[in-house]
């Protein structure tokens, strides 16, 4: 089974608490907590390159800070992240700008956003 990643966007202060608290509790480690953004993972035995890890989430991390005006984001990024570590898995040098990389991220991040007004429409 792969690891498990969670980005949130937006968070007020209380939630960012009871998010912090839910995480600690269901074992994630939250590998970024500041400004309203947490991104956390569970892991879940899996051998993978902490290297390309560690880029991706920096990259995560970076896009995640120009969305602040789309309000509160849950985003489940297993899929995503476990794929873009599949494909880069052989690569030795890899860039943060790869669009192996950001594409994906910011496909998902931006279905997300659309998703979102698309309830909020229907409300």
């Known amino acids: 089974m792969k ?13 960012k608490k ?7 509790e269901e074992k994630y480690d939250l590998l970024v907590n500041e400004d309203g ?3 956390a993972k569970k892991t879940n035995g899996d051998n993978i390159n902490i290297e390309h890890e560690e880029l991706i989430i920096r990259t995560l991390s970076s896009m995640a800070k120009k969305y602040t005006k789309v309000g509160f984001l849950y985003i489940d990024l ?5 794929s873009i570590l599949d494909n880069i898995e052989n690569d030795e040098e890899i860039r943060i700008a790869d669009k192996r990389i950001t594409w994906p991220i910011r496909q998902e991040i ?8 698309k309830k909020a429409s229907f409300d």
């Open 18 to 24: 009871i998010y912090e608290k839910s995480y600690k």
């Open 78 to 82: 297993t899929k995503v992240i476990n």
């Open 110 to 117: 931006t279905k997300k956003i659309v998703d979102k007004s």
């Open 37 to 39: 953004i947490i991104i």
């Open 3 to 15: 690891n498990k990643y969670k980005l949130l966007i937006n968070l007020s202060g209380e939630m």
